[in-house]
């Protein structure tokens, strides 16, 4: 009987309805981005394109969850931490590095936190992003639509 690889589990924020999330850590896959339900089986949010490892750090009352997926960037397989929003409607997209002075690409960026969904359905994400060495504080507005029917 071949052992199960090791785990290990960090859960960082929770919502009214009891919903977990944070991050599942395999020996021989890397650090995936969870999401946990009082009841059921977990959620494995997945990776950016090219990434290796994903962590979740906050979720709101809809289930909108931030965090960070790693992702390869350039065509020698650089890869750099990018901030995400996750909704299970959509799926896993990557929060755009702020523009400007300097080389974007290779900026790291991560979400930490959210607020729930207005009306409007503007939902904002705050975190940071460094760049050439200088680190930014950032919010990211991102409008999520109604679903057409």
Known sequence: DPSPPSQK???????EDGTVVGSTSY??????AVKWRRTG??????LL????DSEAFDINETEFVVGDSD???SRDSATVDRAFLFHIEF?????????GNGY???????A???NDRKANGLIQVVGSCTRNGEKHAMRWDVIVGERPD
């Not at 020996?27 to 995936?32: E, I, P």
């Not at 974007?104 to 991560?110: A, Q, Y």
Request: aromatic residues 4%.
């Open 9 to 15: 589990e960090t859960a960082n924020s929770v919502n």
């Open 41 to 46: 089986t977990p959620l494995i949010l997945g």
């Open 91 to 99: 799926g896993m997209i990557e929060l755009p590095p702020p523009v």
């Open 49 to 52: 394109p090219g990434g290796h």
């Open 104 to 110: 974007t690409l290779f900026s790291v960026c991560h």
């Open 112 to 114: 930490n936190a959210l």
């Open 27 to 32: 020996s021989l896959y890397g650090r995936r």
């Open 71 to 73: 992702r390869t960037v």
